[in-house]
Each structure stands twice: as C-alpha cells, then as structure tokens.
C-alpha cells in the first residue's frame, strides 16, 4: 500500500512539474487557458460563462457563441451580471489576450473564485467559431 502512495505521489508531482514546465515554455500563466483546454471545459461543464471583454463594436463583428459583453472599462459596474455564483467558472477573452488577463485580476480581486483567460485572444486561434 505504501509503494503504491509513494508512486501516485510521484506521477502526480511529475505531471504538475510537466505542466508548470510547458506553462512556463510557451509564456502562458496558472489564470490563462488554451483554445483546446476551453474546448473541453466546455465540453465537460455546462456553467460556464464566456465572458467578452471588447467594445460593444468588436462584439458585433464576432463573438464566441453564447458569450455575453462587458466590456473592460464597464467591468466593475457590472459585477453583477457576470454570474450569480461567486464560484462559476468565466473565462473571459478579448482580441490579444491583454484586456481579459487584466479582467481576470479585476474579478478575482472581487471574489471570483474559477476565473480565467483565453492565452493569446481570439487574434490566436484561427480554428475558433465565430458568431
């Protein structure tokens, strides 16, 4: 029973240590996901909140299907209507990356507790759908 804790101790302190590693390669933070990882958090939640923060302008040339808009400098009036549930997960996204990693300090400083960023923006992923 022992050997078989000491080697689950080892593969997952080997797998947090790969993570943080390829984290650390490609520039992405603990609070940034990928285009995939959104994917299949998507997949496996349905409450997840797709958080736009561009200008109503960039919203109307294409938004991810089902995001709602608040824009960055609209952010902390709009607490409210970014969830009900302090816990919920929103990944929030912008054009590069840069507004919604500066949205996801802005919530975690309220309370949000699963809040994240997509690395690089939508600009990023060229697979992504836009609506």
């Known amino acids: 029973m022992a050997d078989l804790i000491i080697c689950l101790i080892f593969l997952i302190g080997d797998y947090m ?77 912008c054009l590069s990356g840069k507004r919604s990693k500066k949205a996801v300090k802005e919530l975690k400083k309220c309370g949000f507790k699963n809040v994240y960023s997509l690395y690089g923006g939508i600009e990023n992923y060229s697979q992504i759908e836009i609506q």
């Open 17 to 93: 240590i790969k993570k943080v590693l390829r984290n650390l390669k490609r520039g992405k933070e603990n609070s940034e996901i990928t285009f995939e990882e959104l994917k299949k958090t998507i997949k496996n939640n349905e409450n997840i909140i797709l958080l736009d923060v561009r200008s109503p302008q960039e919203y109307k040339e294409g938004h991810l299907k089902n995001a709602i808009n608040i824009p960055i400098y609209e952010l902390c009036i709009n607490m409210k209507k970014i969830a009900k549930n302090k816990s919920d997960i929103i990944i929030a996204y």
